[in-house]
Structures are given as structure tokens and as C-alpha cells.
């Protein structure tokens, strides 16, 4: 079933996935009837919708388990690792900063702080199946283009509903024909896994499906995210940009930087790299190929470092 996309493609591709932050004209509630498959195996009260085929589900549960792999290495703290280097790549230097003093700047800075600590907290019991916030929800997950948003370079969409009425809050993510061409990380990760320079170029992973699932999940407002999160930039090296030229307060609403940081960390964690995986620019300024020690990875520790967490 591998689809062999070409590097080149990961940046046409410009918008990977897909948000949509409200679709006023809902008419029809969107909830599940009894044609729906209800899924035990996932997140708790998820729906898989009837017009998926057989091998469709199974793309959507692969990258679901996926996507827990990189959930979990995101969100359940292993001592020793520092966690501080994709962190700051990824959510800006301030990801973690508190503020002690009573201005504005104080406040907002710690505003930042406790949403991504808080979006990391739900992430981790959500995918544990025992969530704490949201209250009463359901997630459906369609393989029908229902909100006709597929067009094309696009992977998955998010769309939230909220019905007073039925103290119900529905996250449907849409899976377009993309996400189901699209390859899983495992495909990804065995394509370089003997290339130290390949397995440290995160552009080689972000669009498995299973960072697309995360990322979608990412959006699951007061589930997941709250504030609810956007779609400011996608992939590695716009999300890096992002980060790095505005900070935390210009990255922590964006779906696409959780979804990466958990990318990048459970990576280092699996191929015991020095540093995390980086965007490939990144790679190429620090660690020219040309270089023909390039690979002695302990003579870039201290670069690498602190570009990461100083500039
Ligand atoms: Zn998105």
C-alpha cells in the first residue's frame, strides 16, 4: 500500500491540513446514528462514519496508534531527556517561562505558559481514555468530504460544534483523499533509518499520517486545546520561523508546533540522537553536508544548542 511521494512534494504541499475554525451553516446535527461504527479501541466516544471502507479505517486506527507513540513521548516526562531543546524550537524559548512580577507582559507570558502545560495535560489523559475537561463530546471521524474543504493539498480538517441544547461539544475531523495517500511514519522512518543525516531532517516525517492525526487532534477545542488553536503555520520550517521570530506568544495556539514537538521528540528519543530532529535548513546551516565530520555529532552539541535555545 506504500505511496512513494517525492521530497520535493512535501513542499508544493503548502497546506498539509486543514482548518476550519466555524461553520456557521450547520443545519443538520451532526451526530452519529446507529449506522455508526462506534470504536472501543480509540479515544473514548468516537465514531467512525459508515461510509469509510475497510481499509480506510484501518489508515484512520494506524495512524491513531501512531500519533499515541508520539503523544506519549510528548507528554510522559522520562528522566534525563531535555525536554527544553524541542520545546524551544518548537514553542518558543518562553514555553515553560513564569513571570513573578505584576504587569501585563507578566500576565500574558504565564497566560502562554499554563495553556501549553494545560494542552499537554488533556493531550496525555485523552489519549489514556480518561479525560478530564470538556465535558460530555463525542469525536467523529469521517472518510466523506462533508464540508467540501479537500481540495486537494490538503490532508485532514477540524470542525467543532456546540449544541447548547444537549450539553454536547462534537469534534468531527475529516480525513481527505490525501491523508489516505499519504505515508505512515513507520514507511518514513524505515526509508532513513541507516542515514544519520536523513533521520535528523524532520521535513522527512511531517506529513505521515500520523502527524496529521496529532495535529488534528490538536484542534479538539476545550478537549485538547484551549485556546482553541489555529493553523498560523504549517511544517517544519514555517513552524520554526514562527518560533523563532515571534516566540512563544506567536506559536503557542499553533496545531502544527504541538504536532511536530511530539514529532521530534519521540524521533530523538527512538534513534538516541543528540539533538532532535530540525527543520532542514536548519540541518544544512549546522551541519553542513560538505562537512566531512559532520556526523561526529558531539562536535555540534554546543552549536546546535544553543541556536536552540539562545537566538
Ligand atoms: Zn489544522
Redesign the pocket.
Known amino acids: 500500500m506504500p505511496i512513494s511521494i517525492p521530497l520535493v512534494s512535501l513542499w508544493l504541499g503548502f497546506a498539509a491540513?486543514?482548518?476550519i475554525p466555524h461553520i456557521i451553516a450547520v443545519e443538520k446535527r451532526q451526530a452519529p446514528d446507529e449506522e455508526w461504527h462506534r470504536d472501543y479501541d480509540v479515544f473514548p466516544n468516537t465514531y467512525i462514519d459508515p461510509k469509510c471502507t475497510e481499509q480506510q479505517i484501518g489508515i484512520i486506527k494506524s495512524a491513531w496508534y501512531d500519533s499515541k507513540l508520539l503523544a506519549d513521548a510528548q507528554t510522559n516526562q522520562q528522566g534525563g531527556y531535555d525536554y527544553n531543546v524541542p520545546h524551544s524550537m518548537w514553542l518558543g524559548k518562553d514555553w515553560v517561562r513564569w513571570d513573578n512580577s505584576h504587569s501585563n507582559a507578566a500576565a500574558a507570558t504565564n497566560r502562554h505558559t499554563f495553556a501549553i502545560w494545560q494542552n499537554f495535560e488533556n493531550l496525555k489523559k485523552l489519549y489514556a481514555g480518561t479525560p478530564t475537561s470538556g465535558g460530555n463530546f463525542q469525536i467523529l471521524w469521517y472518510c466523506d468530504d462533508i464540508y467540501n474543504a479537500c481540495d486537494g493539498s490538503t490532508h485532514a480538517?477540524?470542525n467543532n460544534q456546540q449544541l447548547a441544547s444537549e450539553d454536547l461539544e462534537i469534534h468531527s475531523t475529516i480525513f481527505c483523499d490525501r491523508f489516505f495517500a499519504a505515508e505512515s511514519l513507520g514507511v518514513q522512518m524505515e526509508r532513513h533509518k541507516d542515514n544519520p543525516r536523513e533521520r535528523l531532517i524532520i521535513d522527512n516525517y511531517e506529513t505521515s499520517t500520523a502527524v496529521t492525526m496529532l495535529?488534528?487532534v490538536y484542534?479538539y477545542k476545550h478537549l485538547v486545546a484551549y485556546p482553541s488553536?489555529k493553523?498560523d503555520a504549517y511544517h517544519a520550517q514555517k513552524c520554526y520561523d514562527l518560533a523563532h521570530d515571534q516566540g512563544t506568544p506567536g506559536v503557542y495556539r499553533n496545531?502544527?508546533s504541538y504536532a511536530l514537538d511530539a514529532l521530534a521528540i519521540y524521533l530523538q528519543r527512538h534513534w538516541q540522537t543528540v539533538i532532535p530532529p530540525a527543520p532542514q535548513e536548519w540541518i544544512d546551516d549546522y551541519m553542513p553536508a560538505s562537512d566531512p565530520d559532520w556526523e561526529n555529532m558531539k562536535r555540534f552539541e554546543h552549536d546546535g544548542r544553543d541556536s536552540v535555545a539562545g537566538n
Open positions: 491540513t486543514h482548518h480538517y477540524y495535529h488534528e484542534h488553536t493553523d496545531a502544527d
